[in-house]
Nanobody
Framework: QVQLVESGGGLVQAGGSLRLSCAASGSTSSINGFGWYRQAPGKQRELVASITTGDITDYADSVKGRFTISRDHAKNTMYLQMDSLKPEDTAVYYC????????????????WGQGTQVTVAS
């Protein structure tokens, strides 16, 4: 089992910055990828950014150049630095981890944090 706990959300003015954190605990060695998703009211959950255990990153087009995903391996913590925030970035942000299928751990599995609200005022 893996537990994910997010922190760092809040209210910020447009153009401002926030940094989200996701602390992972448990069987984190079973994970091969982490990411941040967000879900705005009335919309589907969407992938914002992802990072592999080898620190290869990827971003949604809507956040490229503004958001940065990173990991502190020693602390088992993932971050999302969000700069130049826009009102359309307002959403609940979720930390995500993916466990691939393996003989040791069984079938694939996805873990989610509880979510943290980010509100960007215009």
């Amino acid at each position: 089992q893996v537990q994910l706990v997010e922190s760092g959300g809040g209210l910020v003015q447009a153009g401002g910055s926030l940094r989200l954190s996701c602390a992972a605990s448990g069987s984190t060695s079973s994970i091969n990828g982490f990411g941040w998703y967000r879900q705005a009211p009335g919309k589907q959950r969407e992938l914002v950014a992802s990072i592999t255990t080898g620190d290869i990153t990827d971003y949604a087009d809507s956040v490229k150049g503004r958001f940065t995903i990173s990991r502190d391996h020693a602390k088992n913590t993932m971050y999302l630095q969000m700069d130049s925030l826009k009102p359309e970035d307002t959403a609940v942000y979720y930390c995500h981890a993916r466990r691939p299928p393996s003989i040791l751990w069984g079938p694939s599995y996805e873990y989610w944090g509880q979510g943290t609200q980010v509100t960007v005022a215009s």
